[in-house]
């Protein structure tokens, strides 16, 4: 196996195009598991350590340019405010050290259903920057996940950034683990509120081939919200529309039996955690200073 160690971002593209089955590798926490497992052995393993601007993000008016490298911790210590659906989610990811070494490019790279970053990355809104010795490209984050474990990018692509939305509203990430930490998910559900827009936006996570959002239900809400005025009075969310969100929400689901949950408690699961997400985010909405006049 060879190392390839490029110094900068333009060496990086070019031995990608030069060898484009070179397996890059980040924080390693995913590649080095494969390799040490043997489940994987690359002709060549591109190091993508000693390119500092991938640890790098940017807060921009609209959204933040977040660098495919940079760590999990790093996002729960500094990008809170902008980013909160995202923060909760790398809250959950595995361990302190593994925080520190993986980030969101790897959990794109690997683009698992289980992944954490994934529903809060669909639920905020963002887009990957693939670029290649031909270009730069933004996929939308909807069109990223192909299939199990695959993803849009060509081969001799490499992601530089993620461009996610910065939050103009409440966000929140619910997971379904087997114990509180070192786990991945039997499920997840993210959530997110615009209020700008007044819509809502929903990542699921491990309940079907690749991360999906649950359009069926953000349609419904949408309407719901809309047309009963909620984002004007701020009123408490019926139960019946609850309900409805969580079920529509349910059946966005194509799960599997696995030996981490059946298909059955992972939609049920999933159900649950769109009922409680949406009641958390609408009472911070609520208690967000907005005038609350001809509140229920
Ligand atoms: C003990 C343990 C616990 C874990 N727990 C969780 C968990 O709770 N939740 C969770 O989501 N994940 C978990 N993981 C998986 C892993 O930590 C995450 O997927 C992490 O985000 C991977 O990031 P990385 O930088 O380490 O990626 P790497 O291992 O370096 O790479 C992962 C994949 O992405 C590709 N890649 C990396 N960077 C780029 C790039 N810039 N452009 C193109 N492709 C790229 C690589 O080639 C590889 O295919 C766990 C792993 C371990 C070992």
Known sequence: MDFLRPASWEEAL???????TAVPIAGGTDVMVEINFDHRRPEYLLDLNRID??????????SVRLGASVPYSAIMENLRTELPGLALASHTVASPQIRNRGGVGGN???????????????AAGAEVEAESVRGTRLIPIDAFYTGV???ALEPDELIR???IKKADGPQQYSKV???NAMVIAVCAFGLALHPETRTVRTGIGSAAPTPVRAKEAEAFLNAALDEGGFWES????????AKQFAALASGACNPIDDVRGTAKYRRHAVGIMARRTLGWTWEQYRGAGRTLEGAA
């Open 177 to 179: 683990g087997t114990r």
């Open 234 to 241: 701020g009123k408490i969310i019926t139960p019946a529309i």
């Open 149 to 151: 474990k695959r993803n």
């Open 14 to 20: 070019a031995a990608k195009a030069e060898h484009p």
């Open 161 to 163: 950034a993620v461009h």
């Open 108 to 122: 794109l790279g690997t683009a698992s259903p289980a992944g954490d970053a994934h529903p809060a990355l669909l």
């Open 53 to 62: 601007e991938l640890t790098e993000w940017e807060v921009g008016q609209e």
